[in-house]
């Protein structure tokens, strides 16, 4: 008998995660889509004054249905859309990634399915094993779109419980149009919810509207978001979504109570009054990706669009060698996405050129 008496289907499984090296022996980190822009002073001394407040409440649970973020939340999407986004609409938890497992827990489970098309989010396939819900993907074309008759057929046949879509897509960039949510929706019906996760939403290009413009149209449509990307706060962990207030008090059962620390809300809702700043540099990571985009092209490579602060390039060939002669220069990048392919999360100019310096080095080593 071996040891832990872990679940079977767990027993070896390595626990997901990009590889986490010291700033100090890789100086330019690129491979976990993180904003590369900290907060200004002002915006860090009314974190810490916020989190000091809460500290003096920290022999109490913090507020269970943590209503003030969720207000500040559902005023902050509705700047997003034409019409209003209410509290009840919205849900918050640490990060989207438990957002996520939430919707699983509530809405999957044994003898239910998820359904995404690959390349997808790699986490989504640990969420179904983690919440024992079916997994099944499908796939995208080779320009990383969504044929829709096909995806329609597939929802014909394994009828979801749970539709995965990341828009922009994770490791592609590729963002979905409103017309392919729509016939999603409309095809999976009551039956089940469509997960449009909009973790880079705020980096799209303009011209591609947010699903939660849907959202009135559709009530099975869950729309998340993260703090973690354009916000610029990863290490806060805050993810949230919007959806109908019967999705929310659907996720209210499977949560654990006041699993949002007092210091968690309070530095949330810190970090919203400082959104402007926060969001302050979303434009120019914009137009580095688009540059980046150029310049891959320029080099040779294929590049997907993309709508996110990362871009998918390829094909290097070995990627795992050219990812390897990167980091032995000091860059870090993602080995991610199909065969041949790499990430490479968007960071300051000063990084970004170094990322093309040591890509340049190491093609021609590799030539
Ligand atoms: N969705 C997608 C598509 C992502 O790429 C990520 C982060 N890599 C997440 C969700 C989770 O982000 P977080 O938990 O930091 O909100």
Redesign the pocket.
């Known amino acids: 008998m071996s040891f832990p008496p872990i679940r079977p289907e767990l027993a070896g499984i390595e626990p997901y995660g990009a590889p986490q090296l010291p700033v100090d022996l890789v100086p330019v980190q690129l491979n ?2 993180e904003n590369p822009y900290g907060p200004s002073e002002e915006c860090v001394a009314d974190i810490a004054a916020s989190a000091g407040e809460a500290a003096r409440t920290l022999n109490r649970y913090p507020d269970r249905e943590f209503v003030a973020l969720r207000t500040a939340l559902a005023s902050y999407l509705s700047r997003d859309v034409p019409g209003e986004i209410v509290p009840e609409q919205v849900w918050a938890a640490n ?6 497992l939430q919707l699983l827990q509530a809405f999957g489970g044994p003898g239910r399915t998820a359904l995404s098309f690959a390349p997808t ?1 790699s ?1 989504y396939p640990e969420y179904a094993r983690d919440s024992m819900t079916a997994w099944v993907a499908g796939r995208r074309e080779d320009d990383f779109s969504l044929d829709l008759d096909r995806a329609r057929a597939l929802i014909a046949e394994v009828r979801p419980d749970v539709v995965l879509l ?1 828009s922009p ?2 490791p592609t960039g590729t963002a979905l149009p409103p017309e392919a949510i729509t016939v999603l929706c409309e095809a999976v019906g009551d039956r089940g919810v469509v997960v449009v ?1 909009e ?2 939403g705020e980096f799209r290009r303009s011209g591609v509207p947010s699903a939660l413009e849907l959202l009135p149209a559709h009530r099975n449509l869950v729309v ?1 978001r ?4 354009a916000f610029a706060a ?1 290490g806060l ?3 949230y979504l919007a959806a109908d207030p019967a999705i929310c008090d659907a996720i209210r059962v499977v949560r654990l109570p006041y699993h949002l620390s007092a210091v968690t809300q309070a530095t949330a809702l810190a970090a919203l009054r400082h959104a402007p700043e926060l969001l302050g540099n979303v434009d120019q990571l914009r137009a580095q990706r688009d540059k980046t985009v150029a310049w891959l092209r320029d080099q040779g490579l294929q590049v997907a669009d993309s709508d996110a602060n990362f871009c998918l390039f390829g094909t290097v060939g070995d990627r795992h060698a050219v990812w390897q002669g990167l980091l032995d220069r000091g860059v870090l990048i993602r080995e991610t996405g199909p065969d041949g392919w790499l990430r490479v999360s968007i960071g300051t100019p000063e990084e970004m050129a170094a990322f093309e310096d040591a890509l340049v080095a190491v093609m021609k080593e590799m030539a």
């Open positions: 976990v889509n990060g989207s990634n438990e957002v996520m989010y986490m990341p897509n994770n996760d973790a880079y998340t993260t703090m973690s990307k990863a962990r805050l993810g």
